[in-house]
């Protein structure tokens, strides 16, 4: 007998209205559970959505249980600290040595068909505990991934303080395209308003140091450390920049790489511009990150 239970959790605010959704397969049958908290968290829905659905399931089987809850499944498997949820731990843990638990990180939001319906039903939870009906399109479950939206819709700083400190790196890239005898005078030192590639790389870095004072809703955190580089292509007049940005904090550094690309390609512009105004900035793009809830992410 092959057993797998996806599970979610949902929470409308951190804290505020939650709830939890979990899917059992047991040889193909289906069974969806879900329930919710009137003034909860999102991590301790998540691991409440474990907590039912291992009790739904007999003692002795093996079981596979897929969460895109990094909170969890590395609390379970990398020995996590347990410094929040203290209640629900030992009850979880009583569950899982009756029987013998796989378990399996899952990517939220990333076309997963049974993470995105135990998402629905976490939802659907969340807003029953809140006692209103669902603020968007019947049927459709809020769009989690837009977490710079609350529950009504409304612009927010999203809340990191329940997230534990982790390493994270994140590496973005742009392009600048000028006449290919603009690029021979940055190459040669021949600019009149100085070295382009200095000025421009102490300008990427100032500026993702500066990323939560430009962009509204980003967290002021503490930066390792941010690197700013050129790439030349003489024959296309082109200049590639890539930026990398890292630190130990509660929330990534993408805004802080892309910030710096941003202004380190704009800097350029501004000391060429008296010979080429005809200059043209473009594919600014994230090209990986690592650490963080989410997991790693790298561009095609």
Known sequence: MTIDIHTDGSCLGNPGPGGWGAIVVTDGAE???????????????????????????PAGGAVTVHSDSLYL?????????RKANVDLWPELDALV????VTWRW?????????????????????????????????????????????????AQMVDVSGKPDSDRTATAAGVVTMKPETLAMIIEGTVEKGDVFTVARIAGISAAKRTWD?????????????????????????????????????????????????????????????????????????LEKRGGVHGDYAAE
């Open 31 to 57: 069974r969806e559970l879900s329930g919710g908290d009137a003034h909860t968290t999102n991590q301790r829905m998540e691991v409440t959505a474990a907590i039912k659905g291992l009790a739904a399931v």
């Open 73 to 81: 499944i590395n609390t379970m498997t990398k020995g996590w600290k």
């Open 97 to 100: 040595r009756e029987r013998t």
């Open 106 to 154: 899952v990517k939220a939001h990333a076309g997963h068909a049974m993470n995105e319906r135990a998402d629905g039903l976490a939802v659907a939870a969340a807003y029953a505990a809140a006692g209103r009906p669902p603020a968007r399109i019947a049927g459709a479950a809020p769009p989690e991934g837009l977490s710079h939206l609350d529950a009504e819709g409304r």
């Open 214 to 286: 430009l962009i509204p809703l980003a967290h002021n955190i503490p930066l390792g450390q941010v690197t700013v580089d050129f790439e030349t292509d003489a024959a296309k007049g082109t200049v590639a920049i890539t930026a990398t940005a890292r630190t130990t904090a509660k929330t990534g550094v993408e805004m802080e790489a892309l910030t710096a690309v941003s202004l380190a390609a704009l800097t350029i512009y501004d000391m060429c511009k008296a010979v080429d105004r005809g200059m043209r900035i473009g594919d600014v793009r994230l």
